[in-house]
C-alpha cells in the first residue's frame, strides 16, 4: 500500500510562476524524500528533511515538513521549462529495517 | 562516478522466457536495491540488499522472480517464467547508508513481455 500520495496528480503552470506539491502520509517517519523524474529516466535525488526539521532550502526548492498533520511540501519558485518532469516523495518510517516507501507521483508542465 | 549501470535499457521477450536483468551499484555503496514502476501501481520496492545480503524481499510478488548480489559491484533480477502482466520499468539504485542517505538511481531497464 502506497505511505506518501502525492497531491496534485497533475499540474500546468507558465514559466516564472511558483509550483506547489503536497505530500501526505500515514505513519510515522525517519526522514522525507523528494525525486525528479525526467520522462525516460530514473529518479533524482532533490532534497531530504529529517523527522525533527520543519523546512530546508535547496536552490529554487523549498521544502516543508509538518509532523503534526504527517504532510510535506515542495515548492519549486520561478519554474522553467527545465523543470517539466514528476515529482515524488518517499518516505522512511521509523520501523527499522524498512526501505523508502514512493508516492505516485505529481507530474508537472511547464510551458514557455 | 559513472553512476548506477543497469543493462539492458529495453528488453522485449515473450512469455514464458527467462529475463536476466543487471545493475552496477556505484562503488562504495552498501545497498542495492530494486524497484519497478508502472503506471497503475507507481514505484514498488521488490528487494533490497545490505552488503550484498537480502534484508527484505518482501516486495517479491512471486516465485518466480529472484534477485542476487554475488559481490559488491553486481546484482542481477531473474524472472523465469515471464508473464505479460511483469511488464513494467525496473529501476536499481544504490546509497551509502540505506534509509539514512538518498538513492541514487540507474535509468532503467523496460521490459516488455507479449
Known amino acids: 500500500s502506497q505511505q506518501g500520495e502525492e497531491d496534485p496528480q497533475a499540474l500546468s503552470i507558465q514559466e516564472g510562476e511558483n509550483a506547489t506539491m503536497n505530500c501526505s502520509y500515514k505513519t510515522s517517519i525517519n526522514n522525507l524524500q523528494w525525486y525528479r523524474q525526467n520522462s525516460g529516466r530514473g529518479l533524482v535525488h532533490l532534497i531530504l528533511?529529517?523527522?525533527?526539521?520543519r523546512e530546508k532550502h535547496s536552490g529554487r526548492l523549498r521544502v516543508t515538513l509538518d509532523t503534526s498533520k504527517k504532510s510535506s511540501s515542495l515548492l519549486i519558485t520561478a519554474s522553467r521549462a527545465a523543470d517539466t518532469a514528476s515529482y515524488f516523495c518517499a518516505t522512511v518510517l521509523n520501523q527499522a529495517g524498512t526501505a523508502l516507501i514512493f508516492g505516485k507521483g505529481t507530474t508537472l508542465s511547464v510551458s514557455s | 562516478d559513472a553512476g548506477v549501470i543497469q543493462s539492458p535499457r529495453h528488453e522485449v521477450t515473450e512469455m514464458g522466457q527467462e529475463v536476466t536483468l543487471r545493475c552496477k551499484p556505484i562503488s562504495g555503496h552498501d545497498y542495492l536495491f530494486w524497484y519497478r514502476q508502472t503506471m497503475m501501481r507507481g514505484l514498488e520496492l521488490l528487494i533490497y540488499?545490505?552488503?550484498?545480503?537480502?534484508?527484505?524481499d518482501s516486495g517479491m510478488p512471486e516465485d518466480r522472480f529472484s534477485a542476487k548480489m554475488p559481490n559488491a559491484s553486481f546484482s542481477n533480477l531473474k524472472i523465469q517464467p515471464s508473464e505479460p502482466r511483469d511488464s513494467a520499468v525496473y529501476f536499481c539504485a544504490s546509497s551509502p547508508q540505506g534509509r539514512a542517505s538518498p538513492l541514487h538511481f540507474g535509468n532503467g531497464t523496460r521490459l516488455t513481455v507479449t
Open positions: 540488499f545490505n552488503n550484498n545480503v537480502p534484508i527484505d
Open positions: 528533511i529529517r523527522s525533527n526539521e
